[in-house]
């Protein structure tokens, strides 16, 4: 794989190495992606994210549905769309399921566990919901009984996280969590509370470049992996301020790949 030419950061003869090192041979995975029509008007094709994550050099991106109006049941035509996008690149694409726990949810959980998704997208300020509520604990059970992954939204709309987070951990020990946005609305609870934990990903989507710093100096880098957000974050700017910071903070290229992608890879093998 060829060095990135979107860099800001300063080429001396000093950084240089390091970021060869770092392109030769990593495989990049964005673990926070939408295919879909939003609410909001934010929209983003199956199609159109392969074109992004080619110009981009990302191999993989695990994809979720938007937040569309248009789900009749509970996501069930949203998560179909992610199951087609999966099976048309299937080298591609990482398929997670959405959820609302305040419909009946057990139905579409079992039909998109049979079709082989690997993780579910959770929305507490989209769907409203308190993310320890009763109607959301018994997808955390059945997500721990399948080995499957829950990437939960930490982000705008919400406040104090943390507490809620431990505990889900507290209560589903081996509950694989993808944190969305790293918790970045309580940012030094969540990393103190929940930055040494067991099956916890803190994924880097839409942090600012401050709080990039304190997650990459706090937690073990083993515990952090790329996202961006996309079609609310471009790709190349999330992955020039996320390897322009850890370079910034001292991480080895080593390092820097496993955050790339080799950290969140060892959940989908």
């Not at 929209?43 to 109006?69: E, G, H, Q, R, W």
């Not at 790339?260 to 060892?266: D, E, F, R, S």
Request: hydrophobic content about 40%; glycine content about 6%.
């Amino acid at each position: 794989m060829k060095m990135h030419k979107w860099s800001s950061y300063s080429l001396t003869s000093e950084n240089i190495g390091i970021y060869e090192e770092i392109f030769e041979n990593v495989k990049i995975i964005d673990t926070h992606a939408h295919i879909g029509k939003d609410e909001d008007g934010h929209s983003m094709s199956a199609d159109k994210l392969i074109k992004y994550m080619d110009t981009a050099n990302i191999n993989k991106s695990i994809v979720f549905p938007l937040n569309d109006n248009n789900h009749s049941v509970n996501f069930n035509e949203s998560n179909d769309a992610i199951l087609l996008a999966a099976k048309v690149y299937q080298d591609r694409f990482i398929p997670f399921f959405r959820l609302d726990p305040n419909k009946s949810w057990k139905e579409e959980f079992n039909l998109r566990l049979g079709q082989g998704f690997k993780g579910i997208k959770l929305h507490p300020r989209s769907q409203n919901f308190k993310l320890t509520s009763s109607k959301v604990m018994g997808i955390y059970e059945e997500a721990e009984k399948n080995n499957i992954a829950i990437l939960v939204h930490t982000g705008f709309g919400l406040e104090e996280v943390a507490e809620e987070l431990v505990e889900i951990t507290k209560k589903f020990s081996n509950l694989k969590i993808i944190i969305g946005h790293a918790g970045f609305v309580d940012l030094d609870n969540v990393i103190k509370k929940l930055g040494k934990k067991e099956n916890i990903i803190f994924d880097t989507s839409t942090l600012k470049i401050f709080d990039l710093f304190d997650l990459l100096k706090k937690v073990d880098y083993q515990k952090i992996a790329f996202g961006s957000d996309i079609p609310y974050y471009d790709i190349d700017l999330a992955l020039e301020g996320l390897i322009d910071s850890a370079i910034t903070v001292g991480k080895t290229a080593y390092q820097i790949k496993k955050i790339l992608g080799g950290n969140i890879a060892k959940w989908f093998q």
